[in-house]
T-cell receptor, first 115, second 114 residues
Framework: NAGVTQTPKFQVLKTGQSMTLQCAQDMNHEYMSWYRQDPGMGLRLIHYSVGAGITDQGEVPNGYNVSRSTTEDFPLRLLSAAPSQTSVYFC??????????????FGQGTRLTVV | AQSVSQHNHHVILSEAASLELGCNYSYGGTVNLFWYVQYPGQHLQLLLKYFSGDPLVKGIKGFEAEFIKSKFSFNLRKPSVQWSDTAEYFCAVNPNNAGNMLTFGGGTRLMVKP
């Protein structure tokens, strides 16, 4: 049971390049989300999904796209990278709502640098 | 929109000292509350959580937290810290059982001196 797996772990992009951060979970969780972590700001929600085919915006969605074609996968796409997107990105999943359902499990993170 | 405030950004303690990290949130409804820990170079791991019932919750590694509804607070405590507790600690709130849409505080970086 691998939990939440993110790839790559490190990435350097040039301004304007595009890329996809991969996230996969093997726990059959309904809910998946992407956060970015910046010093002193904690984690901020970028996009989230409550199930396959359903996505919505979080607090800081600009510059990012997501899709959820399967329960397992939730990729995050940067269409045209900007230096302001330099950050550490975490994918998380949880199995649903209700008591005990909202504990989030996090991946190892992707450290992205845009130059 | 809800917000979460962690009052201390950096804390330095000696081993065996007691720890209390403050966390306050601004949301009037029912919330689930969490403390996560991030050891250097690692991902976030759950320390403890509060959903309902006894407001004093115990987590892993000797940590505990107390939910005080009237103060909108969920402070983290440990009676005696160890060098291995050096990490960054995040308080998070999940309102209305809304999936895993967590709102995080800014984090507290704890350094424990041996």
């Amino acid at each position: 049971n691998a939990g939440v797996t993110q790839t790559p772990k490190f990435q350097v992009l040039k301004t304007g390049q595009s890329m996809t951060l991969q996230c996969a979970q093997d726990m059959n969780h309904e809910y998946m989300s992407w956060y970015r972590q910046d010093p002193g700001m904690g984690l901020r929600l970028i996009h989230y999904s409550v199930g396959a085919g359903i996505t919505d915006q979080g607090e800081v969605p600009n510059g990012y796209n997501v899709s959820r074609s399967t329960t397992e996968d939730f990729p995050l796409r940067l269409l045209s990278a900007a230096p302001s997107q330099t950050s550490v990105y975490f994918c998380a999943s949880s199995y649903g709502t209700g008591t005990g359902g909202t504990e989030a499990f996090f991946g190892q993170g992707t450290r992205l640098t845009v130059v | 929109a809800q917000s979460v405030s962690q009052h201390n950004h950096h804390v330095i303690l000696s081993e065996a000292a007691s720890l209390e990290l403050g966390c306050n949130y601004s949301y009037g409804g029912t919330v689930n509350l969490f403390w996560y820990v991030q050891y250097p170079g690692q991902h976030l791991q759950l320390l403890l959580k509060y959903f309902s019932g006894d407001p004093l919750v115990k987590g892993i590694k000797g940590f505990e937290a107390e939910f005080i509804k009237s103060k909108f607070s969920f402070n983290l405590r440990k009676p005696s810290v160890q060098w291995s507790d050096t990490a960054e600690y995040f308080c998070a709130v999940n309102p209305n059982n809304a999936g895993n849409m967590l709102t995080f505080g800014g984090g507290t970086r704890l350094m424990v001196k041996p």
